[in-house]
């Protein structure tokens, strides 16, 4: 793969390991040749994938994503920006790495429009924010997938972070081998130059850079804590004049909850309710701790369940 000079090169991905994918486009894109174009497709197990800039606990519904009924769903940060999205095997994904003179936004756009005509999708065409759509008359739906890209959390967060923008989606029933192969195509047909795609299996791991790759995009820590300073709090603030939904009514009296978290890590709390005409201060629990890391079931030892109930149902830990 590396040191490779062709005018052009085509991989396929056949695992469907999200953390290995991402890993060989992070290597194709550190290495190909500054002169070659490199066309890279590839399918993912169901996974969410975050942009680098993004907030797990703002974007992902965690609770639901670690009780899945489809099964594991892994979350995974990307080392680019932009939105959440959600990947299974129903979709292939496509990277275009070309030299940086022959960048165009809506070049390799209008290539895979070109496949997706030729395979009979007639309505597909770009538009001016340079996404692949379809034209307005196809029914678009959203997918039971999206419940999981729903946090409950959202409305208590202020990120300093990217939020995503949703959009609507629609199948386009193309077989995943059939949309590979037209895309191939189309690519040579671009660059009237035909090569045959290099196939890549899990062994591409025993590349040292990817399987560095591989284990930064799998660590907890690249996971949660490279996520942009955050606010949560349950009452309107200076800085976040949102409305806040109604509190459950399972929670103590003259309850507040507010803290500041930086690199995932929380470093300015409060957290008190009222029992008995006592306040009780829980500050202390959360200070300094790293919010993925954080038992709320804990609480329970000394504070109404409620309390750990509520967060760990906002913050996707399982405390009933």
């Known amino acids: 793969m590396e040191g490779t000079v062709n005018k052009t090169q085509i991989y396929i991905s056949r695992t469907h390991d999200p953390y ?14 500054a002169e070659s174009t490199v066309l890279f497709l590839y399918t993912n197990r169901p996974c969410i994938v975050i942009g680098r ?51 165009d936004r809506d070049k390799h756009a209008d290539m895979v429009v070109r496949a997706l005509h030729k395979l009979g999708v007639k309505q597909a065409i770009v538009n001016e924010r340079h996404d692949i759509i379809l034209r307005p008359e196809t029914e678009e739906e959203e997918t039971k997938p999206f419940k999981y ?18 959009s609507p989606v629609a199948n386009v029933n193309v077989p995943n081998g059939a949309f590979e192969e037209a895309v191939v195509s189309e690519f040579a047909d671009l660059y009237d130059d035909s090569q045959t795609p290099i196939i890549l299996t899990d062994s591409v791991k025993d590349v040292p850079d990817i399987a560095r790759g591989f284990h930064e995009l799998t660590s907890l820590d690249w996971i949660y804590t490279q996520t942009p300073q955050f606010t949560f709090s349950i009452e309107q603030t200076a800085e ?3 409305e806040r939904p109604q509190l459950p009514e399972y929670l103590p009296p003259n309850f507040a909850a507010s803290f500041t978290a930086r690199n995932g890590t929380i470093i300015d709390a409060n957290l008190q309710y009222t029992s008995n005409e006592k306040t009780h201060q829980l500050r202390d629990f959360l200070m300094n701790k790293r919010v993925h890391e954080i038992k709320w079931k804990d609480l329970t030892h000394e504070h109404p369940i409620g309390v750990a109930q509520w967060f760990g149902e906002l913050f996707g830990d399982k405390v009933l």
């Open 20 to 33: 290995i994918n991402l890993s060989i486009e992070h290597y194709l894109l550190q290495k190909t040749a």
């Open 53 to 103: 800039n993004q907030n797990p606990w703002l974007e992902v519904n965690l609770g639901l994503l670690r009780e899945s009924p489809i099964g594991n769903i892994a979350l995974v940060r990307r080392r680019s920006g932009g939105g959440t999205v959600f990947h299974d095997e129903g979709n292939v994904n496509y990277s275009v790495i070309c030299p940086t003179p022959q960048f």
């Open 149 to 166: 890209l729903k946090s409950p959390a959202k409305p208590f967060i202020k990120g300093r972070g990217v939020d995503s923008v949703s």
């Open 240 to 242: 976040d004049r949102r």
